[in-house]
């Protein structure tokens, strides 16, 4: 019986990953996550319609022991890098039949939201997020991100 779930265990975890989307390794050369699904994108560039949200599953492995981690989110448009707010940013907030501390090695499912705003204008946009925790200073250290172009359309 328990190599019955052990298998199906596996089965779902390549499920999953089979059916996420294809991201990019950052500048910063942080480790991609271990899989990142964008709802209606195997592939950049995604297609993000206006006046709309769209949702984000990123599964990561704690690089250690974790009370809270926060994403941050970098939007490149015509030359230009703003800070994306998301709708929460306290990551622990959302996580996906988990909850923080989170123990070093443990595989979770981040699910957050991004609004695409009816005033944006329809331009090619280079996402980056990047999942940060505070080191023993405090400081904010990023321990896994990645990058995938978009549009932005009607």
């Known amino acids: 019986m328990k190599q019955f779930f052990c298998v199906a265990a596996i089965l779902v975890s390549l499920?999953?990953?089979?059916?996420?989307?294809?991201?990019?390794?950052?500048?910063?050369?942080?480790?991609l996550p271990y899989a990142v699904t964008v709802k209606d994108c195997d592939k950049g560039p995604c297609s993000f319609p206006r006046d709309s949200l769209v949702v984000w599953n990123i599964t990561f492995d704690a690089p250690h022991d974790l009370d809270t981690f926060e994403p941050k989110v970098l939007a490149t448009a015509l030359g230009?890098?703003?800070?994306?707010?998301?709708?929460?940013?306290?990551?622990?907030?959302?996580?996906?039949?988990?909850?923080?501390?989170?123990?070093?090695?443990?595989?979770?499912?981040y699910a957050t939201t991004m609004e695409i705003k009816k005033s944006f204008p329809t331009i090619n946009v280079g996402i980056e997020m990047t999942l940060y925790t505070?080191?023993?200073?405090?400081?904010?250290?990023?321990?896994?991100?990645?990058?995938?172009?978009?549009?932005?359309?009607e």
Do not use: W
């Not at 505070?134 to 359309?153: A, M, R």
């Open 80 to 109: 230009l890098d703003i800070d994306y707010p998301l709708n929460e940013s306290e990551g622990c907030k959302e996580l996906v039949d988990d909850e923080c501390p989170l123990e070093e090695g443990q595989r979770v499912i």
């Open 15 to 31: 499920v999953s990953v089979a059916r996420a989307t294809e991201v990019n390794v950052c500048k910063s050369g942080l480790p």
């Open 134 to 153: 505070p080191d023993e200073d405090g400081n904010s250290v990023g321990f896994t991100c990645f990058q995938i172009d978009c549009k932005v359309t």
